[in-house]
């Protein structure tokens, strides 16, 4: 499986942004039940769960302090998945990872550990 995130960029405070995770690869395209996460980081910090999202779909998980203004969806037929970012802080700047693992269902985001497969990154930072 492979991840590729785009959309991360400089904004101001208050502003907003969207991320995708294109995912590809043959096991992804067989095995279609993926917990699929996003999660940031910054230098010296552990990586954070930001939210999560089935690929069969169902519940959306959020952590604390994005609820109301992040969201995440998909899109099944282009194998992406989205962060979509409202009211964007200065505590929002970050690393974005796109996170998947096979799975039955997400029960909640989960820790970096329990991710088998994961992109290269991409920056938000907010000023």
């Known amino acids: 499986v492979q991840l590729v995130e785009s959309g991360g960029d400089s904004v101001q405070a208050g502003g907003s942004l969207r991320l995708s995770c294109a995912a590809s690869?043959?096991?992804?395209?067989?095995?279609?039940?993926?917990?699929m996460a996003w999660f940031r980081q910054t230098l010296g910090t552990e990586r954070e769960g930001v939210a999560a999202?089935?690929?069969?779909?169902?519940?959306?998980h959020f952590h604390d302090s994005v609820k109301g203004r992040f969201t995440v969806s998909q899109d099944s037929a282009k194998n992406t998945v989205y962060l979509h970012m409202l009211s964007l802080k200065p505590e929002d700047t970050a690393m974005y990872y796109c996170?998947?693992?096979?799975?039955?269902?997400?029960?909640?985001?989960?820790?970096?550990?329990?991710?088998?497969?994961w992109g290269q990154g991409t920056q938000v930072t907010v000023s």
């Open positions: 690869g043959s096991t992804y395209a067989r095995d279609r039940g993926y917990c």
């Open positions: 999202i089935y690929s069969g779909g169902g519940s959306l």
């Open positions: 996170a998947a693992r096979r799975d039955t269902y997400c029960s909640g985001i989960g820790r970096p550990s329990q991710y088998n497969y």
